[in-house]
């Protein structure tokens, strides 16, 4: 039930570039996160991010790990229709699930992309 699914996850370059291109920007101090809306008849796709500032390849890997376990366990509560580039920032190597998944939640929030309590 709470698999991240490959239809639910942007998979190709240009699926990326048109999110950074035509979509909106949220920041703070853990993550960037930008949104494109699409269709609400289709699901919302999200892609995870993670650049060479943040460190070696074993700390950029366990950023990622993090963001996708707070976006697996949150999918259902976000709005249909919507395409979601996830970055990750430095300070995130440092944080644990508690204050990722606080920041995450936060994001998304200030995107208007979470739904009120309801499951699918």
């Known amino acids: 039930m709470y698999e991240l699914k490959k239809e639910k996850r942007l998979c190709k370059n240009r699926e990326y570039q048109v999110v950074y291109r035509r979509g909106k920007s949220y920041v703070n101090r853990l993550a960037v996160?930008?949104?494109l809306k699409r269709s609400p008849k289709q699901p919302?796709?999200?892609g995870f991010v993670t650049g060479k500032k943040i460190g070696c390849a074993v700390e950029r890997n366990r950023?990622?790990?993090l963001m996708k376990e707070v976006y697996r366990l949150h999918q259902f509560e976000l709005a249909n229709g919507v395409d979601l580039v996830l970055i990750g920032r430095s300070s995130l190597k440092y944080a644990g699930y508690a204050k990722a998944e606080r920041s995450i939640l936060?994001?998304?929030?200030q995107a208007g992309i979470?739904?009120?309590n309801e499951m699918p």
Do not use: G, S, T
């Open 44 to 46: 919302a796709r999200i």
């Open 33 to 35: 996160l930008y949104v």
């Open 63 to 65: 950023c990622r790990r």
């Open 114 to 116: 979470l739904r009120k």
């Open 106 to 109: 936060q994001l998304f929030r």
